[in-house]
Antibody, heavy 118, light 107 residues
Framework: EVQLVESGGGLIQPGGSLRLSCAAS????????MSWVRQAPGKGLEWVGN????????YYVDSVKGRFTISRDNAKNSVYLQMNSLRAEDTAVYYC???????????WGRGTLVAVSS | DIQMTQSPSSLSASVGDRVTITCQAS??????LNWYQQKPGKAPKLLIY???ILETGVPSRFSGSGSGTHFTFTISSLQPEDIATYHC?????????FGQGTKVEIK
């Protein structure tokens, strides 16, 4: 089955760190850019960042630059989001997404909730 | 950054009605626009890419049009299963941004 499954979310204190994982299956993972998109409670969608097929290029929204890092392991069909110096405004459901074509998110995981609170 | 203004923020329509949602870009984004459907408690789902190309498997009652700064998403005949929030998303340049979303309800 073609799917993305996120894990690693939870409750974390401000200033803390968390690493999200996304396991891909059912497609050739190494052929696709991958992305993380988040959605704060009751709010719209926000693109967080992208990573190229071989990991050589990564791009981020300004609000997470220097704090978040996207990485991938093509041998494990997985993409990761390392989140440091977390803030209350980072509270959201984080979706792992596959990028296809030029450029659209054609496959989404179910999401994992990150709650930043003391 | 280019801003996307989506309207209305919510709407209520009857089954069978034609529903139209618009997305306005603050600058020319050519046809670099996608539309997603998000049902309550679920992840978004791609419906349309490149402003007007229907994703495989998506019912033909959904359509998109527009280019430049003005885009339209249409449901030709609203069905009960179309209850969702619809999001536009531009990808002409980074950072990619989404509209605020339009919540569609049945009257």
């Amino acid at each position: 089955e073609v799917q993305l499954v996120e894990s690693g979310g939870g409750l974390i204190q401000p200033g803390g760190s968390l690493r999200l994982s996304c396991a891909a299956s059912g497609f050739t993972f190494s052929s696709h850019w991958m992305s993380w998109v988040r959605q704060a409670p009751g709010k719209g969608l926000e693109w967080v960042g992208n990573i190229k097929q071989d990991g050589s290029e990564r791009y981020y929204v300004d609000s997470v630059k220097g704090r978040f890092t996207i990485s991938r392991d093509n041998a494990k069909n997985s993409v990761y989001l390392q989140m440091n110096s977390l803030r209350a405004e980072d509270t959201a459901v984080y979706y792992c997404t596959r990028i296809t074509g030029i450029w659209y998110f054609d496959l989404w995981g179910r999401g994992t909730l990150v709650a930043v609170s003391s | 950054d280019i801003q996307m203004t989506q309207s209305p923020s919510s709407l209520s329509a009857s089954v069978g009605d034609r529903v139209t949602i618009t997305c306005q870009a603050s600058q020319d984004i050519k046809n670099y626009l996608n539309w997603y459907q998000q049902k309550p408690g679920k992840a978004p789902k791609l419906l349309i890419y490149g402003a007007s190309i229907l994703e495989t498997g998506v019912p033909s009652r959904f359509s998109g049009s527009g280019s430049g700064t003005h885009f339209t998403f249409t449901i030709s005949s609203l069905q009960p299963e179309d209850i969702a929030t619809y999001h536009c998303q531009r990808y002409d340049d980074l950072p990619w941004t989404f509209g605020q979303g339009t919540k569609v309800e049945i009257k």
